[in-house]
C-alpha cells in the first residue's frame, strides 16, 4: 500500500508538472448467489490513467490498476481460511490487489513516414471480432473474473507496424521478450482436478497437490507475430502468424498411490504452439459484420502417470493434429432505440484440440439492448447457448436427443441507469442451465443476481 501511494503521489506530481491528462473510473460490484445466498463477488475494481501527448508524433501512457476484495483472503490459502497471524495482516482481512496495468510510448513516423513504433506493458488488439475472437491471443487471458469473457492481461511488447503510402494496406511485427501465462481462478483449478479423476486407477485427487512449471524467462521462449492487412472491395482483410507459448497449461505428470487411488500430486506445464489465422470486417451501413477463422497447433503433448508400485504409462494430452477455432458476428443499431449483436463460435479462449473433455465447443451468443431517456435507462438481454459439439449433433440419428444430453445455456437481464456521464448504476441477474458434457451448462448452480457502481473520471 505504501508502494502504491507513493507511485500515485510521483505520477499525480508529474501530471501537474507536465500537464497530463488524467482518467480513469472505480466500479463497486456486489454478486449475490441465488442458490445458498453467499456473496460469490463483493470487490472494488478500478484504474487511474496518466496520458500525455508530447508532440505530434509521440504519446505516452501509464495506467494504475487495483482491486479490493471485501472479505478476508487469506495469504497462503488463497480462501477465506486464514491463519491465526493472519487476523494481524492488514493485506488478509481486507485485501487489495495493486498492478501496473499498461505503460508504454507510441512514436509516429519513426525513421520513415508510415512507419509507428510502440514499447512497453500495453494490450494489443489482434483481429476484429468483438469479444469470441480465436486470433487474439497477444495477450494473456485474465480469468480472475469467470464471467469477464475474454478479458486480457496487458504484456511487455515492442511493436512496429508500417502503412504504405497512399493507401491503408500494412504489415506489422509484435515481440514479447517472454510469454505471459493466463491467471486462474477456482473454476478452472476444480476443472483440471476433475479431469484427473479418471477410473479405474484414479479416485480422487489430495487438496493443493498440483504445482506449475511456468515458461523460463529467456529468448527461446519469446513470442513472435507479424500480420499483413489491406482493404479490398470495402472488406478489409488481414491475415497473422504467431507463435508463443501458450497461456494455459496442460497436465504433463501425475502421481498416483497405487492403494487408495488418490493423486498425491500432479504437475502443470507449458508448451509452444502455433497460429496462422485471417480476419475479415464489413460495414454494409445498415449492419456491421466480422468473421475469424485460427488453426492452431504443436508437437503432441504428454501426461505421465507414476502409478506407486505399478508402473509408469504415458497418454497424449493434446495431439499434434492442427485444429480450428472460427466465429462469424454482426451488429446493428436500429435507430436511437435498438441494438443487436449476434456471434457464433466454435472454440471457447480455453478449449484446445479436436478430442478429449477439453477439446472446441460451439456456441452462439446474442446480445439485445433497448435504450431510453436520451440514453439514460439501458435494459440489456444476454443469451449464449453452448452444444458440445454441432458437427457431431448434425450427424447423430437424433439431433434434439444429441442436444438435449451435450448443452449448457445462459441468460441475463440488465437495468442500466445513467444519472450522468460520470456515474453509471445497474443491477440484473445471470441464470444457467444445461449438462455436465457442455462448459456453460457446468456451472449451472451459479445462478446469481448482481448490483453494480461505476464512476468515471
Not at 299 to 310: K, N, P, V
Request: glycine share 8%; aromatic share 14%.
Amino acid at each position: 500500500m505504501k508502494r502504491f501511494l507513493l507511485v500515485s503521489l510521483c505520477l499525480i506530481a508529474a501530471a501537474i508538472a507536465y500537464s497530463l491528462d488524467i482518467d480513469g473510473n472505480f466500479m463497486t460490484e456486489l454478486r449475490i448467489s441465488l442458490e445458498d445466498g453467499s456473496y460469490v463477488f463483493n470487490q472494488e475494481n478500478g484504474t487511474l490513467a496518466f496520458e500525455h501527448q508530447v508532440d505530434d508524433n509521440l504519446f505516452a501512457m501509464a495506467k494504475l490498476r487495483f482491486r479490493y476484495f471485501n472479505s478476508p483472503l487469506g495469504l497462503q490459502s488463497g480462501s477465506s481460511v486464514l491463519s491465526v497471524s493472519e487476523l494481524s495482516v492488514l493485506s488478509a482481512i481486507g485485501p487489495v490487489e495493486i498492478s501496473l496495468d499498461e505503460a508504454y510510448f507510441e512514436y509516429t513516423n519513426f525513421l520513415v513516414d508510415g512507419l509507428d513504433i510502440s514499447m512497453g506493458k500495453q494490450r494489443i488488439q489482434w483481429g476484429t471480432a468483438d469479444v469470441l475472437n480465436p486470433t487474439d491471443i497477444l495477450n494473456s487471458l485474465d480469468l480472475s473474473d469467470p464471467f469477464d469473457f475474454g478479458r486480457k492481461i496487458p504484456c511487455i511488447a515492442a511493436m512496429l507496424r508500417y502503412t504504405f503510402p497512399e493507401s491503408e494496406a500494412f504489415i506489422l511485427g509484435v515481440w514479447e521478450p517472454f510469454s505471459p501465462v493466463a491467471r486462474s481462478n477456482p473454476l478452472v483449478a476444480m476443472g483440471i482436478e476433475a479431469g484427473l479423476v479418471q477410473p479405474p486407477a484414479i479416485s480422487a485427487v489430495n487438496a493443493d497437490s498440483g504445482t506449475v512449471l511456468t515458461p523460463q524467462p529467456e529468448l527461446s521462449n519469446s513470442l513472435f507475430a507479424v500480420k499483413a492487412g489491406v482493404p479490398v472491395a470495402g472488406f478489409d482483410f488481414s491475415v497473422n502468424f504467431v507463435t508463443r507459448i501458450s497461456d494455459i497449461p496442460l497436465v504433463s505428470a501425475v502421481a498416483v498411490d497405487g492403494f487408495g487411488g488418490n493423486v498425491t500430486s500432479y504437475t502443470l506445464s507449458y508448451y509452444r504452439e502455433y497460429e496462422a489465422g485471417i480476419d475479415v470486417v464489413k460495414d454494409w451501413n445498415v449492419l456491421l459484420t466480422w468473421a475469424e477463422v485460427a488453426v492452431f497447433w504443436q508437437d503432441a503433448q504428454t501426461t505421465e502417470t507414476d502409478i506407486f508400485g505399478i508402473g509408469i504409462s504415458t497418454a497424449t494430452a493434446l495431439p499434434a493434429d492442427p485444429y480450428v477455432k472460427y466465429t462469424v458476428g454482426f451488429d446493428k443499431q436500429f435507430g436511437s432505440f435498438f441494438y443487436l449483436n449476434v456471434q457464433y463460435a466454435h472454440g471457447f479462449f480455453t478449449e484446445r484440440g479436436n478430442t478429449g473433455p477439453g477439446r472446441l465447443q460451439d456456441y452462439c451468443m446474442m446480445r439485445f439492448e433497448t435504450r431510453l431517456f436520451d440514453d439514460r435507462l439501458v435494459i440489456g438481454l444476454t443469451g449464449l447457448v453452448n452444444v458440445n459439439n454441432m458437427y457431431e449433433a448434425v450427424a447423430s440419428d437424433d439431433f434434439f436427443g444429441y442436444i438435449a444430453d451435450n448443452y449448457g445455456v445462459l441468460g441475463g437481464l440488465e437495468i442500466v441507469y445513467k444519472p450522468s456521464l460520470s456515474v453509471k448504476l445497474s443491477m440484473g441477474i445471470m441464470l444457467f442451465e444445461g449438462t455436465s458434457t457442455a462448459n456453460i451448462g457446468t456451472m449451472k448452480d451459479s445462478d446469481f443476481v448482481y448490483m453494480k457502481a461505476e464512476f468515471f473520471y
